[in-house]
């Protein structure tokens, strides 16, 4: 009834509204058709106009959109806000169009939903850089829209049998609506979650604002973990960000969280013995919501946040009293976003819910089938991880089977081209004279270093036409290629095990905390008093925790400064810690740096310089990359700085440390737009990694590593003499060297032993 209700209120919107310059109110915003409803409705109250832009590259295309050889049309689906009014709309094109286009009087088509939007002429075009704008008719923008383009006047086109790019539009990934509209008042109704403060059908970034009160609790901040880390997970692919606010309420819409009581922006959380939750007008703006998560201590708001993630309110629902229970705690590596590794996965499994493993026709887009592994998979070396492919290609006369194949791609990285028929001398002549040589399934070895731990397979059937097959089978999608279900890949043979620290594993996917998914096995530690970019840098890092795993940090603990004692002192000894910094937290940085590699003089970060002990230890273990004076001069030579640092735990030298740290609050707060950058994620890795606008991420390892994961103790012996040529040969010589001393010593005795002998005699 809720969508229902929405829809109504949209459609009469972008057909009332616009069309007459009516006031818009509940009357003129329901079809006149329609009885009045029979439960009371929340007044319809519009925002002032919201400007937004959504780009082709958020609309799942992030190389844009290309047509060519016979492959004239091609289409895009993409969402928009169920609870905003699309009152004005522009689509601004951006065009590569190749010299063979333009040279003749070509136009490209526009459809939106099924309504023509107009024709761009081709010929005017240039190749490097065309832009064109058109206006759209902002009642055509409904909730789910179809974008289609087709090439007409370009005859050629359809019998053009290569893939050489001569005949070739590309939309461009920025190309973009540039849209004006106004937010519906949903009513202040807990059923509505995520809504107003994220929208599933929103494509593009979101912004959640938390408000907390001016003294602020770790009790607060880990519930408002909890709840960053779902909305990572229900973003997804779209991106998320938050901002964080002491004793301020949101300009918009906004999440407050504190204990009963507790005084936000003029607002008292109301007083409650169990955990609450409520929906409220904003007071700047009734159509902007707050919704309060209240609770007397840690438990309490872990109860309140937890519930919220659970769903399944009744409707009508403006607050709700939660009681206690139970959150399940996670096992190691059950996250799961990530690709089982005790038994073969289907491909099928790993699909989403609209892909299909067949495809049609000859001109069609890649399969791609996207999976995300623990970044610590280990295999010995010469092992490699099996994939198993059944496949089918399509059996008409025309197609040009030596020179078809399936073509199979991971991580952009060329595996193999699999053949229509078998290949060999006596598959040929097999079938030549008729007999079957249909290859239909292959084996393919992926070495471990080719798994990361976000994935991308790609499956492409390419089909190449007969020299002399007629045209119109170049358009025939009544042939279908098949993947069978039964293809997979198997992880099963792979242990977990990896050299640490590394934070290409954390930016990836915040390893080793991810382990337990839920961070039971995590310390998210912060300074005595916290700033609001620390906090919000948390959030957003927590986030990227809960899209990388699929989990919410339901069992997750905040620290403020170091303890002197009692059980957060022996939280830190068992557990790992994420900890926030900037550069003028100088206390807090001294003592969570102790007796790391790296320290602080006069606010500047440091490469402490090794000792003469530890360079032989290193030396004889093998390691000569460490770069710690190289680190150091780095460190010293930028004022201006934000990046991570890693290192074992003073606490427990069995357990990691990563530090979120920058020069300043202000350079702290673009770490989150740095790692929407897949350049800078690719250069972070080693144990410290800064990043500076001049110079991009500059990546270093300057302290130990140490082995974590699982591995039997007789293979570990195996590992480290693998591992340890150099101590190991030193070993082997220092052995010999003992050992021929001791045999010569023993073999002189025996000689004048048996002189004397001979002599008494």
Not at 324 to 351: C, F, G, H, M, N
Not at 437 to 455: L, W
Not at 576 to 591: E, G, I, K, P, R
Request: proline content about 6%; hydrophobic content about 40%.
């Amino acid at each position: 009834m809720k969508h229902l209700l929405s829809t109504a209120l949209l459609a009469g919107a972008f057909f009332t509204a616009p069309l007459y310059g009516e006031e818009t109110t509940l009357d003129n915003l329901l079809p006149l058709n329609l009885s009045a409803p029979a439960s009371p409705v929340a007044p319809v109250v519009l925002t002032p106009a919201m400007v937004s832009n959504l780009k082709i590259a958020q609309m799942g295309q992030p190389a844009g959109v290309s047509m060519g050889g016979g492959q004239l049309q091609a289409g895009i689906n993409f969402t928009l806000p169920v609870d905003q009014v699309i009152t004005n709309a522009r689509l601004v094109l951006h065009l590569s169009v190749s010299p063979a286009i333009a040279e003749h009087n070509a136009t490209l088509q526009l459809m939106l939903n099924g309504q023509a939007l107009g024709s761009v002429p081709l010929s005017s075009a240039e190749q490097d850089d065309s832009r064109f704008q058109l206006d759209v008719p902002a009642p055509l923008l409904v909730s789910v829209n179809n974008l289609s383009f087709k090439i007409n006047n370009v005859d050629t086109m359809l019998c053009q049998r290569d893939a050489s790019g001569e005949y070739r539009v590309t939309i461009l990934p920025d190309s973009q609506f540039e849209l004006e509209g106004q937010q519906l008042n949903i009513g202040n109704d807990i059923s509505n979650f995520p809504r107003p403060f994220f929208d599933d059908m929103q494509m593009s970034p979101s912004t959640i604002s938390f408000s907390f009160p001016e003294k602020i609790s770790n009790d607060g901040v880990s519930a408002a973990a909890l709840l960053a880390s779902w909305l990572g997970i229900e973003a997804d692919y779209r991106g998320i960000h938050f901002d964080a606010q002491y004793n301020v309420l949101p300009e918009k819409n906004g999440i407050l969280i504190g204990h009963p009581g507790d005084k936000i922006g003029g607002i008292v959380l109301p007083d409650s013995d169990k955990p609450l939750l409520q929906y409220i007008d904003n007071p700047a703006n009734p159509a902007y919501k707050l919704l309060l998560i209240v609770g007397k201590d840690q438990a309490a708001l872990r109860t309140a946040a937890w519930r919220l993630t659970q769903g399944q309110f009744q409707q009508q629902t403006p607050s709700m009293v939660v009681e206690p229970t139970a959150i399940p705690v996670s096992q190691p590596y059950d996250a799961p976003r990530w690709i089982p590794t005790d038994r073969p996965v289907k491909l099928s499994e790993l699909l989403r819910k609209d892909q299909s493993l067949t495809s049609l026709g000859i001109w069609h887009e890649p399969l791609n089938i996207a999976f995300r592994a623990a970044p610590d998979l280990f295999l010995w070396d010469g092992g490699s991880i099996p994939m198993h492919i059944n496949y089918r290609f399509p059996t008409e006369e025309w197609i040009n089977e030596s020179h078809s194949w399936l073509s199979v791609t991971l991580n952009n990285t060329f595996l193999r081209n699999l053949p229509v028929n078998k290949q060999g001398i006596l598959e040929s002549l097999w079938h030549k004279v008729g007999g079957d040589a249909r290859q239909e399934q292959s084996d393919i070895s992926i070495e471990p270093y080719q798994i990361y731990g976000d994935n991308q397979l790609s499956l492409y059937f390419n089909i190449t036409p007969q020299e002399d097959a007629p045209c119109s089978v170049l358009l025939n999608n009544n042939i279908k290629s098949q993947i069978d279900d039964s293809s997979s890949i198997d992880l099963s043979h792979t242990r977990h095990f990896a050299l640490l620290p590394n934070l290409s594993f954390f930016v990836g996917a915040s390893f080793p905390f991810t382990r337990l998914a839920d961070f039971s096995q995590t310390v998210l530690l912060l300074p005595e008093n916290p700033s609001e970019t620390q906090i919000v840098t948390l959030l957003n890092m927590v986030a990227r925790s809960g899209n990388a795993t699929g989990t919410a940090l339901a069992n997750n603990h905040v620290i403020f400064g170091i303890p002197a004692g009692g059980s957060n002192l022996e939280m830190l000894r068992t557990k790992d810690v994420l900890a926030v910094s900037d550069m003028t937290q100088y206390l807090f940085n001294q003592q969570l740096l102790n007796q790391s590699p790296f320290g602080t003089r006069d606010n500047t970060l440091i490469a402490k310089k090794p000792t003469y002990w530890q360079k032989i230890l290193r030396w004889l273990g093998g390691d000569w990359t460490a770069d710690s004076v190289d680190a150091d001069r780095y460190f010293s030579s930028n004022t201006d700085w934000r990046g991570f640092l890693s290192f074992p735990s003073q606490w427990n030298s069995d357990r990691l440390v990563v530090m979120i740290l920058g020069s300043n609050n202000d350079q702290l707060s673009r770490l989150s737009t740095d790692l929407d950058s897949a350049k800078i994620n690719a250069g972070i890795r080693g144990d410290a990694a800064i990043i500076t606008d001049e110079n991009g991420v500059r990546s270093f390892r300057v302290g130990r590593q140490y082995p974590s994961g699982q591995m039997p103790d007789h293979m570990m012996i195996v590992w480290y003499a693998n591992q340890h040529a150099v101590l190991l040969a030193f070993s082997a010589l220092l052995f010999s060297i003992i050992f021929g001393l001791l045999l010569y010593a023993v073999l002189k005795k025996r000689a004048r032993e048996r002189l004397d002998l001979d002599n008494k005699k």
